[in-house]
């Protein structure tokens, strides 16, 4: 069991493993470690000595609250199942990997505000404007924009995503990346390979999966960087996420110029959905909308 769960640990190096054990999640090494400090569970062992291995868990109808613990803490969750009914397994129950969690692909109700959008979203870079792609996983809701280099920064605070995916870089240089200016404190960053922000490769990745020849329906047909972007978030879903996403259907390019874009400091001086003193919902415009009882 134990080289069982070292290997889908071998997997997910940089999530904290859950191990589905009949009723409870266990976690082990490290990870019992990390949950012990984050979640206030008590360090066990199977063993003693020398050779004991840290070792923490809860019950498995109590997970959503524990996983919303880690993410908020800032870690990715790995959910290893039971994928076998112990009651037919000829020795070894078979497990795998099912889903990836992160801040931004989380879709329980229960863990999301549901008076807020929880984006993620991705950045590549092109030859004169950054691409920008944005998904709301729960929603389904999916959307790019080409932006020019001096409005990333607005162009992220307006979305103001939970994760952001950015292309991998040597570790001097990867605090330099221009959209982290405009990233919100607490937004996770995730690095991905560079080849998969390709605008070419983001074409043919979103055609497989909305089953077109072009994007040119959507809209897109004039776009760069930004289909790059959004094949890498594609590429991510498909990864975390552990099957198919039939609820996206589509994909639509943003036009700023089809509305009045307020910039960060405005919305801000508006107190339009946070006050400006402590950032807090109560107080703001959106505070007094969520009381009325009328369509009016």
Known sequence: MMRQYMAFKKQH??????????????MFYEDAEVAARVLGLALT??????????????PFHAADTYIKRLIEAGHRVAVCEQVQDPAEAKGLVARDVTRVITPGTLTEENILDGRANNFLAAVSQGR?????????????????????????????????????LLPDAPPDEQDAHPAQIGLREGC??????????????????????????????????????????????????????KGRLEHITRISPFRAGNYL?????????LELVETMRGAEQQGSLLSVLDRTETPL
């Open 13 to 26: 190096t940089d999530a904290v493993l859950l191990f589905r054990m009949g009723d409870f999640y266990e």
């Open 45 to 58: 062992s199977r063993e003693k000595g020398d050779n004991a291995v840290p070792m923490a868990g809860f």
């Open 128 to 164: 004169d404007a950054f691409g920008l792609a944005w998904v709301d996983l729960s929603t389904g809701s999916f959307e790019v924009e080409d932006v020019a280099p001096e409005s990333l920064g607005d162009s992220l605070r307006r979305i103001s995503p939970a994760e952001c």
């Open 188 to 241: 996770l960053i995730t690095r991905r390979p560079p080849w998969e922000f390709a605008a070419q490769d983001g074409s043919r990745r979103l055609n497989e999966h909305f089953g077109t020849a072009t994007l040119d329906g959507f809209g897109c047909a004039d776009l760069g960087p930004s289909i790059g972007a959004a094949g890498a978030v594609l590429s991510y879903l498909e990864e975390t996420q």
């Open 261 to 269: 874009v307020l910039d960060r400091t405005t919305q801000r001086s």
